[in-house]
């Protein structure tokens, strides 16, 4: 009998959870419940949803609601501590909607965990180089869909950069506190760095003597090794209590803590 497959974000994840104060907890697209099992074990009060009951394999140990995240939550305001949302954003349509019903079922201050594909790392862009493709989005969308084996809302449409879910989150009501990832990939690719960071030198240089945008923030977040090297980016948002759903442009004040 082969041995299973260790589930890294997964222990990511848990790992990160283990030094949260517990709470009440709503797993958004749990898929077979192996997250709110081991959050549930953890002393976490855990609430599991999907759209798809069929893969659950904790029934009537885990409390389970059917939800479909692109429609209204059928939560009350402010119910929950914690939102996990782990290899999601890449499927939805419609994200900006999405993520204000999040904040909306979170108390003031709570965390939202949200996770996916790390199309910035040095191993993607080596392949997108050589396939036009980002690593996990390798396959055309349009012929997933016209396979009738494929299931249509588990399709990878929109890779995010983590400028642009670093916007999205902002957008509608947190700011980024930690990112971390699942695993450390990709070292082969080490000999990059120089270039990548030279370049990111040069470019801080001649925006600023050109009265462009200060680009040091956002470089400091490229160049980290959870960037480079990570497969998953996990990023921990908090709710802001004021002003939630305002996009701030200026982010000199968000620094984000660099975990793994």
């Known amino acids: 009998m082969s041995k299973k497959k260790r589930n890294e974000l997964l222990d ?24 709110a099992k081991r959050l549930k074990d953890a002393g976490f009060d855990v609430l599991a949803s999907d759209i798809d009951k069929s893969r659950f394999k904790y029934d009537g140990e885990i409390e389970f609601t059917h939800c479909d995240i692109t429609k ?20 939805l349509r419609n994200p900006y909607s999405v993520f204000p019903e999040l904040n909306r079922v979170l108390k003031d201050g709570g965390s939202l965990v949200i996770s996916t594909p790390n199309i910035l790392s040095l191993k993607s862009r080596f392949r997108y180089l050589c396939e036009g493709s980002y690593e996990y989005f390798r396959e055309a969308p349009l012929d997933q869909a016209e396979n ?36 450390y990939e990709g070292h082969w690719l080490s000999f990059l760095l120089p270039i990548i ?30 960037i480079l090297f990570g497969r998953h980016l996990i990023l921990h948002a908090k709710k802001e209590t004021a002003n939630a759903l305002s996009p701030r442009a200026g982010r000199e004040s968000q620094s984000p803590v660099l975990q793994m």
Request: charged share 30%; hydrophobic share 35%; net charge positive.
């Open 197 to 226: 960071k030279f370049q990111a030198r040069q470019k801080d240089r001649r925006v600023l003597r050109n009265g462009g945008m200060d680009y040091r923030r956002i470089n400091k977040v490229l160049l980290s090794k959870e």
């Open 72 to 91: 209204t939550l059928p939560f009350p305001d402010k119910s929950f501590d914690y939102v996990l949302l782990l290899e999601v954003v890449e499927h």
């Open 12 to 35: 990511s994840v848990t790992g990160f959870f283990e030094k949260q104060p517990r709470g009440r907890v709503l797993e958004l697209g749990c898929g077979e419940g192996d997250y």
């Open 148 to 183: 009738p084996k494929e299931i249509i809302f588990q399709l990878h449409i929109a890779p995010y950069r983590y400028h642009e879910l670093e916007y999205l989150l902002s957008a509608t009501g947190y700011t980024v506190k930690d990112i971390f990832t699942s695993r």
